[in-house]
């Protein structure tokens, strides 16, 4: 293969034809689609339908647009480089293909049931019934808060990072992601989640063709396809005779990632960090998409066939041989100079450098890199993957945008402080949070500057602000009444804001994109026992959860963020109490789940031995609806299904899998043969990663038992008695009044 002069071409070769037209195509397709819909300017169009699609999604377009959510830019960006610098032990991320799901198997069809009965449009509408409480309406808002701002700062660094490398630096990070901002924020919010899901669908197929096709061409072109696997049993000599980038790392336990070393990818950090990734499916956004399904059997074939077997398929195969055969195009030095490579080519484009001293953040450099390569192969290729990497960018950026915007506007606004109100009540209110949340946008992008600051406060004086605010809202024709058109504009307000506050911390971050989002999905597994129980468990009181979830808040700031990262924060006060990142190698989200769950359970016990819990009689009416969603039964019947779950063997079988696949993970090092000697590699491919194979499929197999046997997500009329259509939706919004709480969701009508 001729080595490639960027000489030989000009810039407009290089950069417009293959990328930004492709890029621009690709913008227009998505900007078509939303003002197609129009759904924000449609005064025929109900928020419910703006903010939920008015529960209508087919099971198809569901199972393409929640799997496009859950696989992130990190999946298609940084995971593959991951595993270039740490080897097949951070392959095991891989498994997040079945841990993503494995939350939503437990909860979303009994939230979809909810959602259908009661006619809840956000998780805030939903724990707001059930426990009486505006507190844990708020506690929602919050985490759903810290999840969508970290995780979209994620997408959008990832969208600007990859930019910069493309273009050869011509378009630094903050151009390219302010870019991607403005696309994904007008499609957003000019065509509703409807118009999201339509283009979910596609980016997912682009996303899962982008990674087959970049694996493809590392296999290819590295000389895996030729001398098989021989050329990674000889791989370790150059590593100091170390077989780290085939083994998992001996040790369990280390004062915190830090203190692991240079491999931190132990057996417990292995486990801990895939059960953080179910933190995804039990998000509040993810709830919201389970409300706006139309068939609950969605939730299993997405679970099981979408995500567990399509995507962990393409995982476990293709992007372990992006990132273990990138060593074999020239991105590591080592190997260079002690090894005959004829396919330099990453090292070309790095200037002879080593992928992992290149660059501050080297696992983000490595696809983006491999993109840039293929300029080489052809300019066109280049352009449909730049495309296909924006795609799994945007397809999870835009869903936490989208049902953000929608969960502040009904549940901060409509359902919380103008609820029950007078409109000229509801204008000044509302006026006066736009005006706050005006002010705290601006202070953050004056990087408290005093100057800046003098002019935001005379800017945002309370009759300057009353009279522009006023004046946009007769512009635009406001109703004077909260109404879906009010509730719709001021959803786009919201996730104009959010925008930008994740901008801020996308472009100020130092932080791994990794870590960023693993901060996210921490936050977003603290709403698993708020979950347990309004799905399952009945024990739980209002109380118990509140106290259980803002202790574990605390708890996962304090495990994740350095006392020094917190030092420079608002947190400052408190970064003495930091204990360093992950202690133990022990993911923050298990040590807020722990203490989350046991506080939760403490007070709720606490609750009924003080004969303080007067809410239990509330509560159950949801599970006897649940139990028996056709309101077979009288009221005073505490009624259990024929088919009830027997929970020892279903937990039992679930951990018994984990543990076997990832906390015995070091009995994969050498159980088919020796890292280092490729005779003695049973199945053809080293130890670890037919280990990981192996698991993969009986992981499979154990998901499609829980969807399908189990009947966790899936609506079987012999076992159900009827089919999903006969739950009859209650003719009343529980939001319109503090008193109603869904009271009558088990009396028949």
């Not at 426990?131 to 994620?154: E, W």
């Not at 398929?313 to 992007?319: M, R």
């Not at 590699?681 to 037919?690: I, M, R």
Request: glycine share 6%.
């Amino acid at each position: 293969m001729e080595k490639f002069n960027l000489a030989d071409l000009s810039m407009s070769d290089v950069f417009f034809a293959p990328l930004v037209i492709a890029v621009v195509i690709f913008w227009l397709y998505c900007l078509f689609l939303a003002f197609s819909q129009s759904l924000l300017f449609s005064s025929k169009i109900s928020a419910r339908d703006y903010f939920i699609a008015g529960g209508s999604l087919s099971p198809w377009m569901f199972i393409a647009a929640a799997t496009a959510t859950s696989f992130s830019g990190w999946t298609f960006i940084s995971h593959p480089g991951v595993i270039y610098e740490f080897g097949f032990a951070a392959a095991f991320a891989s498994f997040y293909a079945i841990t993503i799901p494995l939350s939503g198997i437990f909860f979303l069809k009994r939230q979809w049931m909810l959602g259908k009965r009661c006619g809840f449009v956000t998780p805030g509408e939903m724990f707001y019934a059930y426990f009486k409480s505006d507190i844990m309406r708020y506690l929602v808002l919050v985490v759903a808060l810290l999840f969508s701002i970290l995780y979209l700062a994620l997408q959008l660094r990832a969208s600007g990072y990859l930019f910069s490398i493309l273009t050869d630096g011509k378009l630094n990070t903050e151009t390219g992601t302010i870019l991607l901002s403005a696309v994904l924020f007008i499609y957003v919010v000019v065509g509703g989640l409807r118009t999201v899901a339509y283009i979910d669908t596609m980016q997912l197929i682009l996303k899962a063709l982008g990674i087959m096709t970049l694996g493809y061409i590392v296999w290819h072109y590295s000389g895996l396809e030729k001398e098989n696997m021989e050329r990674l049993a000889n791989f370790h000599q150059y590593f100091h005779d170390s077989a780290k980038h085939f083994v998992v790392p001996e040790g369990f336990w280390y004062s915190n990632k830090a203190a692991a070393g240079g491999n931190y990818w132990t057996a417990t950090l292995i486990f801990t960090f895939l059960f953080a990734l179910m933190g995804i499916q039990t998000s509040p956004a993810f709830t919201m998409w389970a409300f706006a399904s139309k068939n609950p059997n969605a939730f299993g074939y997405q679970q099981v066939f979408a995500s567990s077997l399509v995507m962990g398929f393409i995982l476990i195969f293709f992007t372990a041989i992006i990132g273990i055969g990138s060593h074999f195009l020239g991105a590591d030095y080592a190997l260079n100079e002690n090894m005959s490579n004829d396919n330099n080519i990453l090292g070309f484009h790095l200037k002879d450098r080593d992928l992992l001293k290149a660059s501050t953040t080297p696992s983000e450099s490595l696809v983006p890199t491999i993109i840039r390569m293929t300029l080489d192969i052809s300019p066109f290729l280049m352009g449909i993957l730049a495309m296909m990497a924006l795609a799994a960018v945007q397809s999870t950026a835009a869903s936490y945008m989208s049902t953000m915007g929608s969960m502040l506007s009904r549940d901060l606004l409509k359902n919380g402080w103008c609820r029950d109100r007078k409109f000229e009540q509801q204008e000044r209110e509302a006026l006066f949070i736009f005006t706050l949340i005006i002010a705290v946008v601006l202070v953050i992008l004056s990087n408290f500057s005093v100057w800046s600051l003098i002019f935001i406060a005379a800017l945002i004086t309370p009759i300057a602000t009353y009279a522009i605010v006023k004046a946009i809202a007769r512009a635009i024709r406001y109703p004077m009444t909260f109404s879906d058109s009010w509730q719709k504009w001021s959803a786009a307000f919201f996730t104009f804001s959010i925008t930008i506050i994740a901008i801020a911390v996308a472009l100020g971050s130092t932080e791994a994109l990794a870590f960023m989002g693993a901060l996210a999905v921490a936050y977003g597994v603290q709403m698993m026992p708020a979950l347990i129980a309004i799905c399952w468990w009945s024990y739980l009181t209002e109380w118990g959860v509140i106290v259980g979830l803002i202790a574990g808040l605390i708890a996962v700031t304090l495990t994740d963020l350095t006392s020094e990262f917190l030092a420079l924060t608002w947190f400052a006060p408190f970064s003495k109490l930091a204990v360093g990142q992950w202690p133990g190698t022990i993911h923050s989200a298990v040590w807020g789940f722990g203490i989350n769950i046991i506080l939760a359970i403490a007070v709720s016990a606490g609750q009924k031995w003080l004969k303080r819990d007067t809410e239990a009689e509330h509560r159950k009416k949801f599970h006897r609806f649940l139990n028996d969603p056709f309101l077979q039964h009288t009221d005073e019947e505490d009624y259990r299904p024929k088919h009830q779950p027997n929970w020892w063997l279903i937990l039992g079988v679930v951990v018994l899998w984990a543990l076997c696949a990832f906390g015995l993970a070091r009995f994969g090092n050498t159980l088919f043969g020796e890292p280092t000697d490729a005779k003695t590699w049973l199945f053809g491919v080293p130890s670890l990663w037919a280990w990981q194979i192996g698991w993969w499929a009986i992981g499979v197999g154990m998901m499609y038992w829980l969807a399908f046997k189990q009947n966790f997500a899936y609506w079987s009329e012999e076992k159900e008695e009827k089919g999903w259509q006969a739950i009859q939706p209650l003719q009343l919004d529980v939001s319109e009044s503090k008193d109603l709480y869904c009271q009558n969701v088990y009396e028949k009508e």
